[in-house]
Protein backbone atom coordinates (compact mmCIF):
# COMPACT_ATOMS: atom_id res chain seq x y z
CA UNK A 1 0.00 0.00 0.00
CA UNK A 2 1.44 3.36 -1.00
CA UNK A 3 1.40 6.45 1.65
CA UNK A 4 0.46 9.50 0.41
CA UNK A 5 0.60 12.29 3.43
CA UNK A 6 -1.95 14.94 4.36
CA UNK A 7 -1.61 18.32 2.35
CA UNK A 8 -0.63 20.16 5.32
CA UNK A 9 2.21 18.03 6.22
CA UNK A 10 6.26 18.65 5.46
CA UNK A 11 7.62 15.97 3.56
CA UNK A 12 10.72 16.33 5.49
CA UNK A 13 9.23 15.15 8.70
CA UNK A 14 8.95 18.97 9.87
CA UNK A 15 5.58 20.23 11.81
CA UNK A 16 3.02 21.33 9.51
CA UNK A 17 3.22 24.80 8.92
CA UNK A 18 -0.49 25.41 10.65
CA UNK A 19 1.19 23.81 14.04
CA UNK A 20 4.04 26.04 13.57
CA UNK A 21 1.72 29.51 13.30
CA UNK A 22 -0.36 27.96 16.34
CA UNK A 23 2.73 27.50 18.38
CA UNK A 24 3.78 31.40 17.76
CA UNK A 25 0.14 32.14 18.71
CA UNK A 26 0.48 30.44 22.16
CA UNK A 27 3.69 31.42 22.86
CA UNK A 28 2.39 35.04 22.29
CA UNK A 29 -0.26 35.22 24.27
CA UNK A 30 1.45 34.13 27.27
CA UNK A 31 4.25 36.78 26.85
CA UNK A 32 1.24 39.42 26.76
CA UNK A 33 -0.15 38.10 30.06
CA UNK A 34 3.24 37.87 31.19
CA UNK A 35 3.92 41.43 30.30
CA UNK A 36 0.21 42.34 31.58
CA UNK A 37 0.78 41.06 35.11
CA UNK A 38 4.21 42.79 35.27
CA UNK A 39 3.22 46.02 34.21
CA UNK A 40 0.05 45.73 36.91
CA UNK A 41 2.05 44.91 39.62
CA UNK A 42 4.57 47.80 38.54
CA UNK A 43 1.85 50.09 38.95
CA UNK A 44 0.03 49.08 42.06
CA UNK A 45 3.43 49.06 43.86
CA UNK A 46 4.40 52.28 42.68
CA UNK A 47 0.61 53.70 43.59
CA UNK A 48 0.91 51.78 47.05
CA UNK A 49 4.20 53.35 47.70
CA UNK A 50 4.10 56.70 46.70
CA UNK A 51 0.52 57.63 45.87
CA UNK A 52 -2.17 56.10 47.73
CA UNK A 53 -2.32 53.09 50.32
CA UNK A 54 -5.30 51.13 51.69
CA UNK A 55 -5.93 51.10 55.35
CA UNK A 56 -8.03 49.05 57.69
CA UNK A 57 -8.59 51.07 61.05
CA UNK A 58 -8.36 48.38 64.04
CA UNK A 59 -8.99 50.61 67.25
CA UNK A 60 -10.97 53.00 68.48
CA UNK A 61 -8.97 55.91 69.39
CA UNK A 62 -10.03 57.73 66.07
CA UNK A 63 -13.86 57.62 67.76
CA UNK A 64 -16.36 58.98 67.24
CA UNK A 65 -14.77 60.38 63.96
CA UNK A 66 -13.20 57.08 62.92
CA UNK A 67 -14.61 53.83 63.80
CA UNK A 68 -12.34 50.44 64.42
CA UNK A 69 -12.78 48.08 61.42
CA UNK A 70 -13.36 50.76 58.58
CA UNK A 71 -11.52 50.80 55.59
CA UNK A 72 -9.30 54.79 54.85
CA UNK A 73 -7.40 55.55 51.83
CA UNK A 74 -3.93 56.78 52.61
CA UNK A 75 -2.60 59.87 50.59
CA UNK A 76 1.08 59.18 50.45
CA UNK A 77 1.94 62.00 47.40
CA UNK A 78 0.45 65.28 48.48
CA UNK A 79 2.17 65.75 51.93
CA UNK A 80 5.78 65.16 49.90
CA UNK A 81 4.67 68.60 48.18
CA UNK A 82 3.32 70.38 51.60
CA UNK A 83 3.33 69.07 54.24
CA UNK A 84 1.28 68.28 57.42
CA UNK A 85 -0.66 70.52 58.80
CA UNK A 86 -3.32 71.38 62.28
CA UNK A 87 -6.12 68.93 62.11
CA UNK A 88 -4.66 66.28 59.70
CA UNK A 89 -5.28 62.81 60.38
CA UNK A 90 -2.27 60.65 59.66
CA UNK A 91 -1.42 57.32 59.92
CA UNK A 92 1.96 55.96 61.67
CA UNK A 93 4.24 53.84 62.92
CA UNK A 94 4.96 54.30 66.75
CA UNK A 95 7.74 54.98 68.02
CA UNK A 96 10.23 52.34 68.59
CA UNK A 97 10.89 53.01 71.92
CA UNK A 98 7.65 53.27 72.93
CA UNK A 99 6.26 49.68 73.55
CA UNK A 100 3.38 49.72 71.62
CA UNK A 101 2.37 48.46 68.26
CA UNK A 102 4.45 45.19 68.75
CA UNK A 103 1.92 43.79 66.34
CA UNK A 104 2.94 45.77 63.92
CA UNK A 105 -0.56 47.86 62.98
CA UNK A 106 0.15 51.73 62.61
CA UNK A 107 -1.45 53.92 64.47
CA UNK A 108 -3.44 56.35 63.49
CA UNK A 109 -4.28 59.84 65.53
CA UNK A 110 -4.48 63.57 64.38
CA UNK A 111 -2.24 66.46 63.94
CA UNK A 112 -2.68 69.07 67.47
CA UNK A 113 1.21 70.57 66.82
CA UNK A 114 3.47 71.30 64.05
CA UNK A 115 8.13 71.65 64.77
CA UNK A 116 8.31 74.10 67.25
CA UNK A 117 5.17 74.15 68.61
CA UNK A 118 4.66 73.58 72.52
CA UNK A 119 1.68 71.92 73.71
CA UNK A 120 0.17 72.21 77.29
CA UNK A 121 -2.88 70.49 78.96
CA UNK A 122 -4.62 72.45 81.62
CA UNK A 123 -7.61 71.59 82.88
CA UNK A 124 -8.81 69.05 80.81
CA UNK A 125 -8.01 71.23 77.66
CA UNK A 126 -5.21 71.87 75.37
CA UNK A 127 -3.20 74.89 74.49
CA UNK A 128 -0.76 75.29 71.58
CA UNK A 129 1.84 77.69 71.83
CA UNK A 130 3.54 79.06 68.45
CA UNK A 131 7.58 80.72 68.90
CA UNK A 132 7.03 83.67 69.84
CA UNK A 133 3.35 83.57 70.64
CA UNK A 134 1.28 82.81 73.48
CA UNK A 135 -0.78 79.72 74.88
CA UNK A 136 -3.81 79.39 72.53
CA UNK A 137 -6.92 77.33 73.64
CA UNK A 138 -8.00 75.11 70.37
CA UNK A 139 -11.57 74.40 70.02
CA UNK A 140 -11.79 70.74 68.77
CA UNK A 141 -15.58 69.76 67.80
CA UNK A 142 -14.74 66.44 67.21
CA UNK A 143 -13.12 64.71 70.58
CA UNK A 144 -15.61 62.30 71.55
CA UNK A 145 -18.48 63.31 73.46
CA UNK A 146 -19.94 62.81 77.23
CA UNK A 147 -23.62 61.38 77.73
CA UNK A 148 -23.65 64.71 79.13
CA UNK A 149 -23.01 66.22 75.69
CA UNK A 150 -19.92 68.00 77.11
CA UNK A 151 -16.63 67.00 75.43
CA UNK A 152 -14.28 64.58 76.96
CA UNK A 153 -11.54 66.47 78.96
CA UNK A 154 -8.25 65.67 77.29
CA UNK A 155 -5.95 64.51 80.27
CA UNK A 156 -2.91 62.63 80.60
CA UNK A 157 -2.86 58.78 80.89
CA UNK A 158 0.83 58.76 82.19
CA UNK A 159 1.30 59.18 86.07
CA UNK A 160 4.46 61.24 85.52
CA UNK A 161 2.86 62.80 82.41
CA UNK A 162 4.57 66.58 81.99
CA UNK A 163 1.63 67.91 80.86
CA UNK A 164 4.03 69.76 78.63
CA UNK A 165 5.19 69.14 75.17
CA UNK A 166 8.00 70.70 72.81
CA UNK A 167 7.75 69.71 69.12
CA UNK A 168 11.05 69.33 67.67
CA UNK A 169 12.21 69.90 64.18
CA UNK A 170 10.30 67.63 61.92
CA UNK A 171 8.42 66.34 64.37
CA UNK A 172 4.60 66.75 65.15
CA UNK A 173 2.37 66.42 67.88
CA UNK A 174 -0.61 64.32 67.70
CA UNK A 175 -3.65 62.80 69.66
CA UNK A 176 -6.67 60.45 69.10
CA UNK A 177 -9.87 62.15 69.43
CA UNK A 178 -11.11 59.41 71.68
CA UNK A 179 -8.86 60.86 74.25
CA UNK A 180 -10.03 59.19 77.12
CA UNK A 181 -8.61 55.96 75.23
CA UNK A 182 -6.08 57.18 73.34
CA UNK A 183 -2.07 56.27 73.43
CA UNK A 184 -0.53 59.05 71.76
CA UNK A 185 1.80 61.99 72.05
CA UNK A 186 0.57 62.31 75.63
CA UNK A 187 2.27 58.84 76.19
CA UNK A 188 5.26 58.76 73.29
CA UNK A 189 6.02 62.47 72.76
CA UNK A 190 5.91 64.28 69.29
CA UNK A 191 6.67 61.40 66.61
CA UNK A 192 9.30 61.92 64.03
CA UNK A 193 7.42 62.75 60.43
CA UNK A 194 9.80 59.95 58.77
CA UNK A 195 7.41 57.14 60.74
CA UNK A 196 4.50 58.86 58.90
CA UNK A 197 2.85 56.72 56.23
CA UNK A 198 0.64 59.31 54.85
CA UNK A 199 -2.61 61.58 55.53
CA UNK A 200 -6.28 59.72 55.91
CA UNK A 201 -7.23 61.04 52.92
CA UNK A 202 -11.13 58.77 52.12
CA UNK A 203 -12.92 56.58 53.66
CA UNK A 204 -14.36 53.91 50.84
CA UNK A 205 -16.09 51.42 53.46
CA UNK A 206 -18.59 50.90 55.03
CA UNK A 207 -20.49 52.73 51.88
CA UNK A 208 -23.19 54.32 54.23
CA UNK A 209 -20.00 56.03 55.80
CA UNK A 210 -17.83 57.12 51.99
CA UNK A 211 -16.27 60.07 52.04
CA UNK A 212 -13.54 62.60 52.16
CA UNK A 213 -12.03 63.83 55.35
CA UNK A 214 -12.06 67.03 56.03
CA UNK A 215 -9.93 69.20 58.38
CA UNK A 216 -10.73 71.57 60.33
CA UNK A 217 -9.72 74.93 60.57
CA UNK A 218 -7.93 76.54 63.98
CA UNK A 219 -8.05 80.39 62.47
CA UNK A 220 -5.82 81.35 65.57
CA UNK A 221 -3.09 78.82 64.70
CA UNK A 222 -2.97 79.09 60.73
CA UNK A 223 0.67 79.54 59.73
CA UNK A 224 1.82 81.26 56.14
CA UNK A 225 3.77 77.45 55.97
CA UNK A 226 2.97 74.33 57.12
CA UNK A 227 5.46 71.91 58.46
CA UNK A 228 7.58 70.07 56.19
Known amino acids: MTYVPEADSDPSG???????ATSRRALGCA???IETLVLTLLIYLVIHNFVA?????QQSS???????????????????????NYGDIIVFNPPSGSGLGADGVPFIKRVIGLPGDT?????GRVFVTQPGGLPIRIE????????????????????DCP???????????????????SQDSRVFGPIEEDQILGRAWLRYFPLDRIGLFERPTYPALERATPAG
Do not use: H
Open 119 to 123: ISLEN
Open 53 to 57: QPFEV
Open 140 to 159: EPYVLRRDDGSTAPTDCPRI
Open 31 to 33: FEV
Open 163 to 181: MRWIVGPNEVFVMGDNRPS
Open 14 to 20: APAESER
Open 62 to 84: MFPTIVDGEYILIDKLTPRFNGY
